[in-house]
């Protein structure tokens, strides 16, 4: 596999472990908030009492997640996506980019904060990984995973998701 390549892969696992940890922070310093709000507030019934517990815990539970899920992507050495890259490439049958542009007004569309997903679908239905970044850097990525993956079809089309969805197998190309 090109070095480029999973140099790439581990520092998307990273930027991703340090999102998911920091955002699991957040949320957690959240929950502690609504527990001393909950103490704080005599003036609640015993239902939304109970309401408010259950969502402190139900938010408590998604920090823990995010926390533990974070740390076990800042091992990037033991992914999914680098083992079978490495080992297991012809499992990979469909590379496609999603554009997503966020809006900064209601009305407006800019260039700020345009991204694009990069995927990779497997041959058991699955979708291995999606690679967030910039477009430039995304059509990058999907000529290198173009030229790593000769067998998996390229480009997004609404009759391949509907073949992927009927026959996961069918994209890959056949030489």
Known sequence: MNQELEKYIKSAYTKSARSSILAGIIIFVFSLFLVVVLFLDKSMNNATLILAVLFTIFIFILALYMIIRGIKLLNPNNSRVLDILKNEPHKVVW???VRVSHRSTKNVKTNVGKQSLVKLM????KQLFAFQTVPDDAQKLVA???KLLPHATVGYTKER???YK???ESLRIKK
């Open 122 to 125: 497997l041959d058991n239905g």
């Open 161 to 163: 998701m509907a073949q």
């Open 144 to 146: 290198v995973f173009k």
């Open 166 to 168: 009927k026959n996961p």
């Open 95 to 97: 590379i496609y980019e």
